[in-house]
């Protein structure tokens, strides 16, 4: 019976192990050596969501996987690529949710779409009362 309390208890213990890993990313603190290429990798970091955290860019979040994002990011700036595919490729491996600037796709649109017609459907209602109380 003790065997399997303590089996238990290491089970429960694991997802805090696992919250506990140390960040392996080889650039996710370290600046690139060229400024232009850095500028460019720091700007993007800026518009990407940490997964993880949520509220916070990858830039200002402490969180292991902001930290591997960061490291992805500088690592293919330096390989060449533009922001724009660094961008792309991060929301085809994250999703759309990733990236502060949602693109209108079939599955956004209603991001898009339904602030407007709530403010519609709100003018209509208002004017709908403002027409009757005159009315009266």
């Not at 600046?31 to 990858?58: G, K």
């Not at 591997?68 to 949710?97: D, F, K, N």
Request: glycine letters at 4%; charged letters at 20%; one cysteine or more.
């Amino acid at each position: 019976m003790k065997w399997l309390i303590a089996l238990l208890l290491a089970v429960a213990a694991l997802p805090l192990a696992a919250q506990e890993a140390e960040v392996t990313s080889p650039y996710a603190d370290t600046q690139l050596e060229n400024p232009a290429l850095e500028a460019q990798a720091r700007e993007l970091m800026h518009t990407l969501r940490c997964i993880t955290c949520q509220s916070q860019s990858i830039a200002d979040s402490e969180a292991p996987m902001a930290a591997e994002m960061r490291s992805l990011v500088r690592e293919r700036i330096m390989a060449g690529e533009t922001p724009q595919e660094v961008r792309g490729w991060l929301v085809e491996r994250y999703g759309a949710y990733v990236t502060y600037e949602p693109e209108l796709t079939s599955t956004t649109w209603p991001l898009f779409v339904g602030p407007v017609l709530i403010l519609l459907a709100v003018a209509g209602l208002a004017w709908s009362r403002i027409r009757r109380r005159r009315a009266a």
